[in-house]
């Protein structure tokens, strides 16, 4: 005789056990990576960009505060972000590396808590797997913009895959948003940000010109930039470049 076919729910029960003890697996990997990585961050000290950070952040007034980050060759959010953080958690060196850190978790977590059209969920975990692995790695564990950007990054890539698919106002301002922010923390994100542009403007022509108001959320970064523009042209200078000119 042959045998019954499972049920229907008992198939599904036990397809769901190798899910759950991956998931298992997963996240007692993540703690115990994120035990190691915060153990790094308090016992190393802070190395000199690190320093300058915490130099930023800790000037006695706002107008001291724009002065610095206006000679600093960097984009000014993490800067501000970091100058209200100081003002609550303190300047020691776990508090300065605390926001970074924790600004990658924020970005493994995010592909998990976005359904996103064509990625499933075992694609999303891997994903985050992917992004949180780096966590405390090199310059995220550092009290310095990356974890920040990197957070900005995967929220803005999750919106511009939305905005591809549904191309209206509301996700437009969202990216727009974001990529604005992105630039602030860090202006080679304007690259990235860019290419979505150019790749939003072939593939959803007319939709992207009903779009352009968002273009709007640009003007507080481009006015920066313009502010800021003086000192990247010296820091790009022959005699402040750590590079050889491009000519």
Known sequence: ERPLPASKPASRQAGRLPLAIGLALVCAAALAIG???????????LWFDEAWTLSVATTPDWKSFVAEAYNDVNAPLYYGVMRLWTMVAGASDDALRLPGLLAVVAAGLIPLANRI??????????WGIVIFGWWGVGVFLSGRCYGL?????VLQTIVFARLLAEPSCRNAWLWCGLA?????????????AA?????YLA????????TWPALLAFAPTLAWMAYHAPTLRAFSGAAVAWHPLVT
């Open 195 to 199: 290419a979505q542009g150019l790749i």
């Open 149 to 153: 950007l990197l957070a900005l990054s």
């Open 203 to 210: 593939t959803r022509r007319k939709q992207a010109l009903r």
């Open 117 to 126: 059209k064509g990625l499933s969920f075992a694609a999303r975990l891997t």
């Open 35 to 45: 035990v190691e990585r915060a153990w790094l961050a308090h016992v190393q000290p």
């Open 180 to 192: 604005a922010a992105a630039i602030l923390t860090q202006y080679v994100a304007a690259i990235p």
